[in-house]
C-alpha cells in the first residue's frame, strides 16, 4: 500500500470514528432529553420572569436597552456555559466509570479523536441549549442578533471552551462529587459574576478592575455585543480570551490522554 | 508469520511493585494459545500491555509486526479484546454497543448494522438487539463481549477468562465458536482462563506465568507429556472398608465407598493396574478422570516457582 492511501485510510478511519463519538453522544443527551435540555428551559424561563420581568421592570435602561433585553444574552450564554462543561464532565466520567472507555482505548482511534468527539458532543449540548433557551426568551424578547455571525462564533468557542474542561475535570475526578466541585464552586461564581446581570460600569472602579480577570465576562460580554451591538470590553479581547484558553485547555487534555492519566493503569 | 512478540517486558507499579519481571512470548499466527497461571501472576497486566490499556514500564511488544511504540494504531487495528470484565455502556442498546466499536475501528454505519446483525444473530443475541446491556444475563453479557471484540474482523482475539460464571452449556457452546473462528477464519486467538480443562481442550500452545515471569512455555500435548501422573476415579461393584495396596499405584478410598480413587505414575500402564485389581477380586463397573492433566501439572510449575521464590 502506497504511503498516500495509507494517509487516506488513516484519516478515514479518524474521521469515522469521529463521527461515531459524536453520534454516541448526541443520542446521549437527546435520549434523556427530561434531564439535559428542559432544566436549563426552566431555570430561564425563571431568570427571565423574575430578574427581567418582575424586577427588570423597575430598573432603568442599562447600556441604552430594556433591562429585559440586556438580560437574556446572558442567560443564553449560561445555559451554553454550563451545558457544555455539564455534558463532558457527566458523560467522560460515566465512561470512565463504567469502564467502557475501554472500547475507545482498546480500537485504532487517536487520542486527537476522542477529543474531539467528546468536545464536538458538549459543543452540540451547548449549542441546544442555547437554541432552546433563546426560543424560551422569544415569549419575553424580541431577539434580532446585530451580529449574527459574531453571536454564532462567541457562542460555538466558548462552548468549545467549556467542553475542554470538562474534559479536564472528568479525566481527573474518581467520584461524582469530585465532578461538581468545579461546576458548584468556580464555574457558577464565575458565570455569575461574569456579567450576566449587569455591566461592569455599574460597579466600582476596583470591583471593575477585578472583573477584567474573569475569563466568562469577555464571553458574555462577547456574546452580548453580537446580540445588542453593545459590550463593556472590546471585541476582539473576547476573542483572543476564548482562543488563548482554548489553546491552553486544548493541550493540557491532549496531554492528559496521550499520558492515559486517569484513564490507563 | 509472527502473531505476538514480546521481549523482555516489564511492568512496575510505583516503581518498586513488579506485575511483570522481563517476559518473553511469541505467539504464531494462527495459534490457539493460553496464558495460565494463578490470581495475581501477570496474565491480564500482560493483556493490558498488548491491547495498550496499560502503560509498558520497558521491553517491547509487537502485533503482526506492529511496533506498539511506533505503530499503535497498527497494533489495535489487528486486535480484539473480550477484557475479564464487563466494560460496555450498560445503559445503551447492545446493538449500538457493537456498532460504536466497528465505528471506532474505521467502519462505516451501514457496514457496521450489517456486521452487528452477523455477529449477534452468531452469539444468539439478535433477538435481544435493542436491550440496554445491564438488562442482559451474566452469558449474554460476556457473549456481547465477543460479538464486539469480533465486529471489526480482528487477525488476533485475546479473552482475559472469557468463560468465568459461564454455565457449562453456554461455555461450552462458546468453545465450539472460538473454535471455529480459529480453524475457519484463522484467528489468532490468546485466552487467558482459570478453567484448565478449557485450555487443554481448545488451545495448541500454553505459557504459564507465576510472578510476572513465564516458567514454562510450549505445546500443551509436550506439556502434558511431561506430567508425572494421572488420577482416576474408579467405580466399584462392591464397596472396599480399606484402600487396597498394590504399589507402585497410590489408592484412596473415596467418601462414596464404592469410588476407588488411583494416581497412575507416568510410564505405567493402566493395564497393570486392572490386572492386579481383577487378581484382588475388586471388579471395577467404570472409571473416570480425576482431574484433568494439565491441571496437575500446572499446580507443580507453580509450587516449584513458589519454593524457588523462598
Not at chain 1, 422569544?138 to 468549545?160: K, R
Not at chain 1, 484558553?245 to 484513564?263: D, E, H, Q, S, V
Not at chain 2, 445503551?92 to 448494522?113: D, H, K
Request: proline residues 4%.
Amino acid at each position: 500500500m502506497s504511503g498516500w492511501s495509507e494517509a487516506m485510510s488513516y484519516w478515514q478511519l479518524q474521521w469515522t470514528a469521529y463521527l461515531t463519538i459524536v453520534r454516541k453522544e448526541i443520542r446521549r443527551f437527546t435520549r434523556i432529553w427530561v434531564q439535559t435540555l428542559t432544566p436549563p428551559a426552566m431555570n430561564a424561563v425563571l431568570y427571565m420572569l423574575i430578574f427581567g420581568g418582575l424586577i427588570g421592570s423597575r430598573i432603568r435602561e442599562v447600556d441604552g436597552f430594556a433591562y429585559m433585553d440586556f438580560l437574556v444574552p446572558g442567560i443564553i450564554m449560561m445555559g451554553i456555559i454550563t451545558n457544555s462543561y455539564g455534558n463532558v464532565v457527566s458523560s467522560f466520567f460515566g465512561t470512565k466509570l463504567q469502564k467502557h472507555i475501554e472500547e475507545l482505548l482498546v480500537s485504532p482511534v487517536s487520542n486527537a479523536t476522542i477529543l474531539a468527539g467528546y468536545v464536538t458532543g458538549g459543543v452540540a449540548r451547548g449549542i441546544t441549549v442555547g437554541l432552546v433557551v433563546s426560543f424560551v426568551a422569544l415569549f419575553f424578547t424580541d431577539l434580532n442578533p446585530v451580529y449574527p455571525l459574531v453571536t454564532l462564533c462567541i457562542a460555538v468557542l466558548t462552548s468549545i471552551m467549556f467542553s475542554l474542561g470538562g474534559l479536564i475535570n472528568a479525566v481527573y475526578a474518581k467520584t461524582f462529587d469530585e465532578c461538581s466541585i468545579v461546576p458548584n464552586f468556580v464555574l457558577t461564581p464565575l458565570t455569575y459574576l461574569g456579567g450576566i446581570f449587569y455591566s461592569i460600569n455599574m460597579l466600582p472602579p476596583l470591583a471593575q478592575k477585578l472583573s477584567l480577570f474573569n475569563p466568562v465576562l469577555y464571553m458574555i460580554n462577547g456574546f452580548r455585543y453580537g446580540i445588542l451591538g453593545v459590550s463593556d470590553i472590546p471585541l476582539w479581547h473576547s476573542f483572543a480570551v476564548i482562543l488563548v484558553f482554548i489553546a491552553i485547555l486544548g493541550t493540557i487534555a491532549m496531554t492528559l490522554l496521550n499520558r492515559g492519566i486517569g484513564i490507563k493503569a | 508469520m509472527t502473531a505476538l512478540c514480546i521481549e523482555n517486558l516489564v511492568k512496575t507499579y510505583n516503581d518498586d511493585v513488579f506485575a511483570l519481571r522481563g517476559i518473553d512470548l511469541t505467539v504464531g499466527e494462527g495459534d490457539f494459545f493460553t496464558l495460565l497461571g494463578p490470581n495475581g501472576a501477570g496474565k491480564s497486566t500482560a493483556i493490558g500491555v498488548v491491547s495498550s490499556l496499560v502503560n509498558k514500564t520497558s521491553g517491547s511488544v509487537s502485533v503482526f509486526g506492529h511496533d506498539l511504540d511506533s505503530d499503535v494504531v497498527g497494533v489495535k487495528s489487528c486486535l480484539g479484546l473480550v477484557p475479564q470484565e464487563f466494560n460496555f455502556n450498560g445503559f445503551e442498546p447492545i446493538l449500538n454497543t457493537v456498532m460504536n466499536v466497528a465505528g471506532y475501528n474505521g467502519i462505516s454505519q451501514r457496514e457496521a448494522r450489517k456486521r452487528a446483525e452477523y455477529y449477534l444473530k452468531r452469539l444468539d443475541l439478535w433477538d435481544k438487539r435493542r436491550a440496554l446491556g445491564r438488562e442482559l444475563s451474566g452469558g449474554m453479557k460476556r457473549r456481547l463481549m465477543i460479538a464486539r471484540a469480533l465486529v471489526h474482523e480482528p487477525k488476533m482475539l485475546i479473552l482475559d477468562e472469557p468463560t468465568a460464571g459461564v454455565d457449562i452449556e453456554i461455555r461450552r457452546s462458546m468453545w465450539d465458536y472460538l473454535s471455529e473462528i480459529n480453524s475457519e477464519h484463522g484467528t489468532t486467538i490468546i485466552l487467558t482462563t482459570h478453567y484448565l480443562e478449557e485450555a487443554e481442550a481448545l488451545c495448541r500452545n500454553v505459557a504459564i506465568i507465576d510472578g510476572g515471569q513465564i516458567i514454562e512455555n510450549g505445546a500443551v500435548a509436550d506439556l502434558l507429556s511431561q506430567a508425572m501422573q494421572e488420577t482416576f476415579v474408579l467405580n466399584l461393584y462392591e464397596p472396599l472398608a480399606i484402600a487396597p495396596n498394590i504399589p507402585p499405584f497410590e489408592t484412596r478410598i473415596r467418601k462414596e465407598s464404592n469410588e476407588l480413587e488411583v494416581d497412575v505414575p507416568k510410564g505405567h500402564s493402566i493395564s497393570d493396574l486392572f490386572d492386579v485389581l481383577k487378581a484382588q477380586g475388586i471388579v471395577v463397573g467404570s472409571m473416570r478422570t480425576k482431574s484433568n492433566r494439565l491441571e496437575e501439572f500446572f499446580l507443580r510449575l507453580v509450587g516449584q516457582s513458589d519454593e524457588a521464590v523462598q
